[in-house]
């Protein structure tokens, strides 16, 4: 097989409305049949009209562009700092689904095209029934690939060629029979095209010769759906930190099938409370199950002055995922004397695994000892107080049992969590809490 990449030259900027099949037609007069055209998606959406005004700057553009990436979504996949990796209405998984605001004026943003394999066959049937070239088309856009650096194109739509080649039941020169080989060789060719088309050279076209003797009159399978993995089969249909707070959240509910409608805190699933519990000066908030904290008449509860990185709310749907599941007395309830959580801060070591009791004197009365691994304290703590709803050994054990379902409820929030006796002589524990930094933003 010889194959040649050749670019499409001199189409220039396209608008919407343009007629894509005679501007390609006129650009590249020298199509033969059986060539396979390469069509850079971005192309297809402005002819079809898939733009979006948005602001040219500021947080307005920022705003905007979150609620139509919000409208492109069909699922989250991971989150790294601003970057979204979600699946699209298509089935693609892709970085900012797909949205693009480079070769485009500032105030607008390129949506993929609605149904690129739709795209493909009018292309397809335009250039051979108005300009008498019989080629296949592929529709291709630029993508990032999960555990490699760089980018690559790929096809999102295909007409007159199959998106696959299935080698199951070959057998290959050593005897072997093939089983699960099959290659997505519309993607191979979409990525050869990016080579003669680039990112800045405004070739948005170009054409790979020698792959096939003729298109396929039926558009063989056609559908580049064929090449989207079903989720049944799909072994990392989420990121790791996603995966992990999903299971955090399946863990902090294992065991029960019925949830209280309500929570302490009234956080409802669908509006969580944005009020976490608050006491009066001195004294600690209570949140008992059934039984909401308040505090004084007409002010709404606010969050510790010492805790600006640990986010209240996030604190309260913790408990909202285990309402239904812990024992209905357990207490869970925010610290607001910031004495309090003064000394329980100077009470944990700088060196997370090593061992130390608080170096403050005046904290001796509420000396408490800091376990192994415990992390080191900041600024942004917080603490949760928490405490049995009686003190026998079956009480005991099931509290135990609900600490560990509250503490996997905060990791899948974001709090981290490190656990000190209660300083007091009461039976008990104090959660300190601290936010769990968001990693770092992976090169793409």
């Excluded at 049949?33 to 500021?58: F, H, M, N, Q």
């Excluded at 920022?62 to 990796?85: F, K, M, Q």
Aim: proline fraction near 9%; aromatic fraction near 2%.
């Amino acid at each position: 097989m010889r194959l040649e990449v050749l670019p499409v030259l001199g189409i220039g900027d396209v608008r919407e409305g343009d007629d894509l099949a005679a501007l390609i037609a006129t650009a590249a007069p020298w199509l033969r049949d059986g060539d396979v055209l390469v069509v850079t998606s971005k192309i297809v959406s402005k002819a079809e009209g898939r733009l979006v005004d948005v602001p040219t700057d500021g947080p307005e553009r920022e705003a905007a562009r979150a609620e139509v990436l919000a409208a492109e979504t069909a699922r989250p996949v991971a989150r790294r700092g601003s970057t979204r990796i979600v699946q699209t209405h298509h089935g693609f998984v892709m970085a900012s689904a797909g949205i693009d605001a480079s070769n485009v004026d500032r105030s607008r943003l390129v949506l993929l095209p609605k149904d690129p394999d739709a795209s493909a066959r009018a292309l397809r049937a335009a250039l051979r029934d108005r300009h008498g070239a019989d080629v296949a088309v592929i529709i291709s856009d630029t993508m990032g690939r999960p555990w490699r650096n760089g980018l690559t194109d790929v096809a999102l739509g295909v007409a007159g060629m199959s998106a696959l080649r299935d080698h199951r039941g070959e057998v290959d020169p050593y005897g072997n029979q093939l089983n699960i080989t099959q290659m997505a060789v519309v993607d191979e060719l979409a990525a050869a095209g990016e080579l003669v088309k680039g990112k800045c050279d405004q070739v948005p076209v170009a054409v790979i010769r020698g792959y096939l003797t003729a298109p396929d009159a039926d558009d063989g399978d056609g559908a580049v759906a064929a090449l989207v993995r079903d989720a049944a089969h799909d072994l990392f249909s989420l990121g790791t930190a996603e995966a992990r707070a999903a299971g955090l959240r399946a863990a902090a509910t294992l065991g029960e099938s019925v949830r209280r409608p309500t929570s302490p805190w009234s956080a409802s699933p669908t509006q969580p409370s944005t009020q976490p519990p608050t006491g009066t000066a001195g004294q600690p908030a209570t949140a008992t199950a059934g039984q909401p904290a308040t505090g004084t008449a007409g002010q709404p509860p606010t969050a510790p002055a010492t805790q600006p990185t640990v986010d209240p709310v996030a604190v309260a749907r913790a408990v909202d995922t285990v309402t239904g599941v812990i024992a209905p007395d357990t207490r869970f309830a925010l610290v607001t004397d910031p004495d309090l959580v003064a000394r329980l801060g100077a009470a944990v070591p700088a060196v997370p695994d090593e061992v130390a009791a608080p170096t403050d004197p005046s904290a001796a009365a509420d000396a408490v000892t800091a376990p192994a691994g415990t992390p080191a304290v900041t600024d942004g703590t917080a603490v949760l107080d928490c405490r049995p709803p009686a003190t026998g050994p079956t009480a005991l054990i099931r509290f135990g049992a609900d600490l560990h379902r509250l503490r996997a409820a905060l990791a899948a929030e974001g709090v981290d969590s490190g656990v000190l006796p209660a300083p007091d002589g009461d039976i008990g524990v104090f959660l300190l809490l601290t936010a769990i930094p968001a990693p770092a933003t992976p090169n793409r």
